[in-house]
């Protein structure tokens, strides 16, 4: 009888540190998502101090995206060299702050700025509750599950949105967002700054080929005198 009550016991101390041990665990996963906003709401992610969503020009190069429908069916959108540009919505199914991009994203009435086509990116390989996916899918937007593109794009949070110019292959903004009006700002100050440096471009080129490079002397304007503003004419 003593033999059965020791091992019992032994045994009950084994589970409450296997119990306490996951707990553990447990805790500081939560505490980790929380620190990325995960299940957070708007205000509360700003309560707890996490980046203003950012716009970085950062210029690299785009692939394109491939992976699966909801339905499991093959899909690639080619997003380098196309026509047009291309804004990368990265959700999840688990996130509450990507509730609101999934109903808007629903919208007939949806405009996205510069006239981008919209491709939903989620990851793949069970990492998603596919039943969730099946209700939140906008029917009108293209929809990839793809972990390969999370790695080539470096997304670690989501939502994470990437606006891609087609003709350059390039990425001209990305960053994290919790609203649409916010992901909108982002667009605009990307296709401003794509705009300004392309203008830049064609004045330079237009210059070049009128014989017209950096340092020429008729780039700088001159006084009556002849003497360029500022030159010291004594």
């Not at 996490?50 to 020009?57: A, I, K, Q, V």
């Not at 699966?68 to 380098?80: A, H, L, R, Y």
């Not at 471009?201 to 070049?208: E, F, G, H, K, Q």
Request: hydrophobic share 40%; with cysteine; glycine share 12%.
């Amino acid at each position: 009888m003593l033999p059965l009550v020791v091992i019992e016991a032994v045994a009950i101390v084994l589970l409450g540190l296997l119990v306490s041990g996951l707990l553990r665990s447990h805790a500081e996963i939560l505490r980790r998502l929380h620190n990325l906003g995960a299940g957070l709401d708007p205000d509360e992610q700003a309560a707890v101090g996490l980046p203003e969503p950012r716009s970085r020009r950062s210029s690299s190069a785009a692939t394109d995206v491939g992976g699966v429908t909801v339905d499991d069916e093959p899909v690639q959108i080619g997003v380098v060299g196309a026509h047009h540009p291309t804004l990368l919505a990265f959700l999840s199914t688990g996130c509450l702050t990507c509730t609101g991009f999934w109903t808007a994203f629903g919208s007939d009435r949806l405009k996205v700025p510069g006239g981008a086509r919209l491709v939903i990116v989620t990851k793949g390989g069970g990492e998603e509750s596919e039943s969730r996916l099946r209700q939140l899918a906008p029917p009108e937007v293209p929809l990839v599950r793809s972990n390969q593109a999370w790695e080539d794009y470096s997304v670690a949070v989501a939502p994470y949105f990437v606006y891609v110019e087609g003709s350059s292959g390039r990425v001209l903004g990305e960053g994290a967002a919790q609203t649409w009006d916010q992901v909108k700002s982002l667009l605009s100050q990307a296709i401003d700054d794509a705009n300004g440096q392309q203008g830049e471009a064609r004045a330079d080129l237009a210059l070049a080929q009128a014989g017209i490079f950096p340092g020429d002397s008729s780039l700088y304007p001159r006084s009556g005198d002849g003497h360029p503003p500022g030159e010291d004419r004594q």
